[in-house]
């Protein structure tokens, strides 16, 4: 992605692109066209020097692994065409079912204790500088004693952060790009992304739609959404998320127990993303750890965002086992520290205090009020697909609901749902190959929002 150093103040003329001059509003739409075509003529063996467009570039080589990304990121791209959309249709009601970003208000148990907390740091005894890099060990505890009780997981074997998102980028800084990655296909784009800026991905190969270095694990109905291990070539690394971005998919506990072995036998290391594991209703594990042996083999990654409405206020946390260890027998947790104090100051000391709150005993039970007015919406969106006639998979452990339309592209689907009903979703390719001929549409919305998608989807599919 090309981005002009002169944004902000001037307009530009691509005669080639368009006969206006362009704001820099809308700089951003054209600077994707751009790009599309540079990565044409350069397939085609016509190369560009972009800064013959700019007054000075400066002798420092692009990182090559940015050049290996494909296209833009998933939801900016999806933004830009929301974008779009408005611009062509401004008296359109948009229903954004696309993002899972939640809509509903955080309980005000937990605003109360970060507002407290905020208003504390005017005063003498309660202010607070600095705290420590892996977080507060009274929230750490808690984590520990609510979300691994019975699976012998210590308060300081997790790390508090922003997010799983950005935890991710730090676990593949611990990582390095000598390490084999295996995802599973479709993922959340995160994995594959990461991969390719630290160096893991190799080359990417425009026949398959994959990155020639990394393992894409197959996870379709078909095979009830878990890889075939006996056929899944070795890695050193296997990204694994439960209840799966995007299908909804919740592993069983017999699933997982292959997950583990299968590591186990390999010497390899499970990097476990259970940012959704609260929405899970059956006796499906929550976490890696309720696996025997998962210790020695796994990190777990999660998130308040998607459980408790973080989104926009970030906090997460990564589990690393004490047992878990390199090939060289040195704790990965020992590096990962040392990461996380390199990288990261700690998480906010307010946000940690609505963390705890969340934990609660009322906290927790508040949030569940709002998880399961999200499976509701889940629930509606379901039936409504299946009125069509559709195959419709997630939901029930999951706030993303997971539609195929066998024989088309996923794409297409996006925008022809776009075009006919103003709504929102989520290409199905945009998660990976496998994705292809299906959407992933959210149930994170207001019900009047969901009610009238769905009346709509029912009227114009």
């Not at 066209?33 to 007054?55: D, E, M, P, W």
Request: proline share 5%; net charge neutral; charged share 20%.
């Amino acid at each position: 992605m090309l981005h002009d150093s002169s944004e902000g103040n001037q307009s530009f003329h691509y005669g080639f692109l368009s006969q206006q001059p362009l704001a820099s509003a809308t700089l951003g739409i054209e600077t994707v066209k751009l790009a599309l075509l540079f990565h044409y003529l350069k397939q085609i063996g016509i190369s560009f020097n972009a800064c013959t467009s700019v007054r000075h570039c400066t002798e420092v080589p692009r990182n090559v692994n940015m050049e290996s990304l494909q296209s833009g990121y998933l939801f900016p791209e999806i933004s830009m065409r929301e974008s779009e959309h408005i611009r062509k249709h401004p008296d359109a009601r948009l229903i954004r079912l696309g993002i899972g970003d939640t809509t509903q208000p955080i309980p005000d148990i937990i605003t109360t204790a970060m507002a407290e907390h905020a208003f504390a740091l005017s005063t003498v005894k309660g202010y607070k500088g600095y705290g420590a890099e892996q977080g507060n060990m009274a929230l750490r505890t808690a984590i520990a004693d609510r979300f691994y009780k019975d699976m012998g997981i210590e308060g300081d074997e997790i790390f508090i952060s922003d997010g799983a998102q950005s935890d991710i980028s730090r676990l593949q800084m611990l990582l390095g790009s000598n390490v084999t990655v295996a995802v599973q296909d479709p993922s959340f784009p995160a994995y594959i992304d990461t991969s390719v800026i630290v160096g893991q991905a190799g080359k990417f190969l425009k026949e398959t739609g994959k990155y020639r270095n990394i393992v894409y694990m197959n996870c379709r109905p078909e095979n009830n959404f878990f890889p075939d291990l006996s056929t899944t070539s070795r890695t050193d690394i296997i990204f694994f998320c439960s209840p799966n971005n995007p299908t909804g998919h919740a592993a069983t506990w017999h699933q997982l127990k292959k997950l583990v072995e299968f590591a186990k036998a390999n010497g390899s290391i499970v990097v476990y993303d259970s940012a959704y594991a609260a929405y899970i209703t059956d006796p499906r594990p929550r976490s890696i750890y309720e696996i025997p042996g998962a210790r020695e083999v796994a990190i777990e990654i999660s998130s308040f965002s998607k459980f408790a409405g973080f989104t926009g206020v970030r906090l997460g946390w990564t589990v690393v086992p004490e047992e878990l260890r390199y090939s060289n027998g040195y704790p990965v947790v020992k590096d990962f520290n040392r990461i996380v104090c390199t990288c990261f100051n700690g998480a906010s000391n307010i946000v940690q205090a609505g963390g705890l709150a969340c934990l609660s005993p009322d906290g927790f039970q508040a949030l569940r009020t709002v998880i399961d007015y999200y499976k509701e919406n889940a629930k509606i969106i379901v039936d409504a697909f299946q009125s069509l006639g559709l195959k419709v998979y997630g939901g029930k452990n999951a706030p993303y609901v997971w539609v195929q339309f066998p024989g088309s592209s996923s794409w297409d689907v996006f925008a022809e749902i776009l075009e006919k009903t103003h709504i929102l979703t989520i290409p199905g390719s945009g998660f990976g190959p496998s994705g292809n001929e299906h959407i992933r549409v959210s149930a994170f919305g207001h019900r009047e929002c969901i009610s009238e998608a769905c009346r709509r989807l029912k009227k114009f599919l």
